[in-house]
Nanobody, 126 residues
Framework: QVQLVESGGGLVQAGGSLRLSCAAS????????MGWFRQAPGKGREFVAT????????YYVDSVKGRFTISRDNAKNTVYLQMNSLKPEDTAVYYC???????????????????WGQGTQVTVSS
């Protein structure tokens, strides 16, 4: 079982930056590939970024490439999402998710994740 707690959301002006953190419980965090998703008002949940267990492999949705960076610190049981050059369309609730330990790589598929955090609100004003 993995429990996830996101933090770092808030209100920022367009062009600004935020860093989201996701703290995971459990001593075997390094065995879980991780992902970030987001859900804007009135829309479905959307894949944002994913990172492999080792941290060597990452993948992003096209709309955030070059602006967002996913990383992890296995010693701290934490995964991060650095968000730069934020746009109003990035406004959403951001969720952290973990895959079961069977999988070493991440995925953009929502159904590929077994554990979810409660979400953190990111609001970008124009």
């Amino acid at each position: 079982q993995v429990q996830l707690v996101e933090s770092g959301g808030g209100l920022v002006q367009a062009g600004g930056s935020l860093r989201l953190s996701c703290a995971a419980s459990g001593r075997t965090f390094s065995n879980n590939a991780m992902g970030w998703f987001r859900q804007a008002p009135g829309k479905g949940r959307e894949f944002v970024a994913t990172i492999s267990r080792s941290g060597r492999s990452t993948y992003y949705v096209d709309s955030v490439k070059g602006r967002f960076t996913i990383s992890r610190d296995n010693a701290k049981n934490t995964v991060y999402l650095q968000m730069n050059s934020l746009k109003p369309e990035d406004t959403a609730v951001y969720y952290c998710a973990a895959r079961r330990q069977t999988y070493s790589s991440g995925t953009s598929a929502e159904f590929g994740y077994d554990y979810w955090g409660q979400g953190t609100q990111v609001t970008v004003s124009s």
